[in-house]
Structure formats: structure tokens, C-alpha cells
């Protein structure tokens, strides 16, 4: 079975400055697609990022980049110019390419930004 | 109005009640999924299914049964509440085929449940 690991239960930084989530996963697929999920205090889950394993291109959003190492089963989330509004919950989720859509979620990062 | 609503936003209720959660979805996806969040155990599937006809089991499914009930409807019940199914309960929707293979899934708002 899948797993996904969040080592950071918690993280800061410092409004405007950058902020690096790490994420780590253990498959024996080759195909496979990852997600950033953020989950601020209304509860929602929104879709931050996403990645599909056959591309070596790392993925870009705004102000989010993932570092995907695929050989070291990492999947990184750096957040750049971090803003107030980026305080929440972020969970890594993996999903193999046959899967039926299924994710397997790490145990999340909560992030603080202080101002 | 949310492509994906889930009832009740929250519940308080006692041990041995039977409660149901009820999802409902407008983006017409076959697929839905319930999960249950947990502190630092991040979202477990619970329950899935690929259309009405098709339901599975996912990886916590014990203690809890579900319903499709049309395309749009997921509801999942706890027969009999116990202490240890609080939690945050989250149902989840995706598009089928070929083309929701990078899609992600689509959340409600979540029910929170306290079994006191």
C-alpha cells in the first residue's frame, strides 16, 4: 500500500518570505500523480498544485512550486512571498495512475505566517 | 451555491445514534468518495463509489455503511455512534474516464461530528 508522510507537523514564516513543506511517499508505481491540498480554517479543501510523475518539469502556480524528486519519492512545496491568507493546513496526496481517482493523504503541515 | 454540499455543517449527538450524512453534487461527476479527517492522520477514504451501482470499501470502512442513492447523492451512515468516530467528515467528487486521470477531486465543506 501507499504511504504518504508529512515530517513537519507544524511550520512558520515570516510574511513575504518563502517557506518550503516537505512531503515524502513510498510506491512501487511508475505512474502516479501528486497534490498539494490547502485547507484553511472554513474547512474547505482546495486544490493547490499538481504533478504528474512522467513529467520532469516541476510545477508552477503563481506563487507555488513543487521540487519533485522522483527517484527520492519527495514532493516539496515551496510557497514564495507568503501572504497572511496562506495560514492553513496543506496536505500532500498521492494518486497511482490506475487507481480510480483514489488519493492516499499525508498527516498535513499546519502553516502560521506571522505578519 | 457550493458544486458540492454536504448536511448537516455540523452534529453533536450520543453514543449508539444512528446519524447520516448526506452529499449532493451538481458538477454531474460519476465518481464520489467519503473521507473522515483526523489530527495529524490527515484524510482516510471510508467509503467510494464509481457510479450508483458500484460502491467499495475503502481503507477505514468498519462502523459505517453508505447509500447512492442517484448520480448526485452520497450519504454515509453510522449506525451506531461511538466516541471514536468524531471526526471531520469530508464527501469528494471526480470526473470518470479517460479524461479525470490528472483531475483532482472536489470537496464539500465538510461535517463536523462529535459522538459524546
Known amino acids: 500500500a501507499q504511504t504518504v508522510t508529512q515530517s513537519q507537523p507544524e511550520m512558520s514564516v515570516q510574511e513575504a518570505e518563502t517557506v518550503t513543506l516537505s512531503c515524502t511517499y513510498d510506491?512501487?508505481?511508475?505512474?502516479?500523480?501528486l497534490f498539494w491540498y490547502k485547507q484553511p480554517p472554513s474547512r474547505q479543501m482546495i486544490l493547490v498544485i499538481r504533478?504528474?510523475?512522467?513529467?520532469?518539469q516541476n510545477a508552477t502556480e503563481n506563487r507555488f512550486s513543487v521540487n519533485f524528486q522522483k527517484a527520492a519519492k519527495s514532493f516539496s512545496l515551496k510557497i514564495s512571498d507568503s501572504q497572511l491568507g496562506d495560514a492553513a493546513m496543506y496536505f500532500c496526496?498521492?494518486?497511482?495512475?490506475?487507481?480510480?481517482?483514489?488519493?492516499?493523504f499525508g498527516g498535513g503541515t499546519r502553516l502560521m505566517v506571522k505578519p | 451555491d457550493a458544486d458540492v454540499t454536504q448536511t448537516p455543517r455540523n452534529r453533536i449527538t450520543k453514543t449508539g445514534k444512528r446519524i447520516m450524512l448526506e452529499c449532493s453534487q451538481t458538477?454531474?461527476?460519476?465518481?464520489m468518495y467519503w473521507y473522515r479527517q483526523d489530527p495529524g492522520l490527515g484524510l482516510r477514504l471510508i467509503y467510494y463509489?464509481?457510479?450508483?451501482?458500484?460502491?467499495n470499501k475503502g481503507e477505514i470502512s468498519d462502523g459505517y455503511s453508505v447509500s447512492r442513492q442517484a448520480q448526485a447523492k452520497f450519504s454515509l451512515s453510522l449506525e451506531s455512534a461511538i466516541p471514536n468516530q468524531t471526526a471531520l467528515y469530508f464527501c469528494?467528487?471526480?470526473?470518470?474516464?479517460?479524461?479525470?486521470?490528472?483531475?483532482?477531486?472536489?470537496f464539500g465543506d465538510g461535517t463536523r461530528l462529535s459522538i459524546l
Open positions: 463509489s464509481f457510479d450508483v451501482k458500484d460502491i
Open positions: 469528494a467528487t471526480s470526473e470518470s474516464g479517460t479524461g479525470g486521470l490528472n483531475q483532482p477531486q472536489h
Open positions: 510506491t512501487s508505481e511508475s505512474d502516479y500523480y
Open positions: 458538477k454531474g461527476h460519476d465518481r
Open positions: 504533478q504528474e510523475a512522467y513529467k520532469q
Open positions: 496526496a498521492y494518486r497511482a495512475y490506475n487507481a480510480g481517482n483514489m488519493l492516499t
